[in-house]
């Protein structure tokens, strides 16, 4: 198969997006390579030429989306690895630290056209792990944990890192459920379907949690 150069970018993009598509809906298994080149309108033979089959481009696909979260994430976490959160004005870093994690969070995972097609893939891979998982935990759910779980401990003074860690995954968890329970939330409370308004609906929600969870001893008995 001889290929163009100038073709050969815009062929694997389209392959990518489209098996983002297919393997988000039916899965691995189920999901045929002929299935994938027909949504990419490619010749199905592009596809072990650059990739060597199926298994490559779900490995391609998921280094795709890690790609693209760590973009979203790749700054906070740089900021959160090089401060220094030490006293009243640590503690208030940490937490504007959190509340800017998650509304970039929710903005990717609700707000964005790319939430949804990269929840699938995700979601799958949580419920049926294959071996591409390993990427995916080490590429950013790690990094985000453990940059998460320093700033709980930061901002409530948790000393234990892993209750810090079990209250990082709840925060992450608060915001996951806006997209895998999408349809219950959006008839529940009566939704359009995440307009800007109901995102901001969604952040000042997740800001109260947030406040609660990483609130000092101190600060929850005065609440109390």
Do not use: W
Not at 110 to 134: K, N, W
């Amino acid at each position: 198969m001889v290929v163009k150069k100038d073709n050969a970018s815009d062929t694997k993009h389209r392959l990518l997006e489209a098996a983002i598509d297919v393997f988000g809906r039916h899965g691995f298994d189920p999901a045929t390579t002929r299935m994938i080149a027909k949504a990419a309108n490619v010749n199905i033979a592009a596809i072990p030429y650059y990739f060597g089959g199926k298994g490559g481009l779900y490995q391609a696909v998921i280094d795709h989306i890690v790609e693209q979260i760590k973009k979203e994430a790749g700054e906070l976490l740089e900021q959160i690895g090089e401060a220094t959160f030490t006293g009243n004005t640590g503690r208030q870093q940490a937490r504007q630290l959190i509340q800017a994690f998650l509304e970039r969070f929710i903005n990717f995972i609700a707000g964005s056209e790319q939430g949804p097609r990269v929840s699938r893939i995700i979601l799958r891979e949580q419920m049926f792990p294959t071996p591409a998982y390993d990427t995916i935990f080490e590429g950013f759910l790690k990094p985000v944990l453990n940059a998460l779980s320093t700033l709980i401990m930061a901002a409530s003074g948790e000393c234990d890192p892993r209750q810090a860690t079990f209250k990082a995954m709840t925060l992450m968890g608060q915001v996951v459920i806006f997209r895998v329970a999408r349809e219950t939330i959006v008839r529940g409370l009566d939704l359009e379907g995440y307009s800007p308004e109901e995102i901001e609906e969604i952040r000042r929600v997740l800001v109260a949690n947030t406040l609660a969870i990483t609130a000092t001893p101190s600060e929850s008995s005065i609440r109390n």
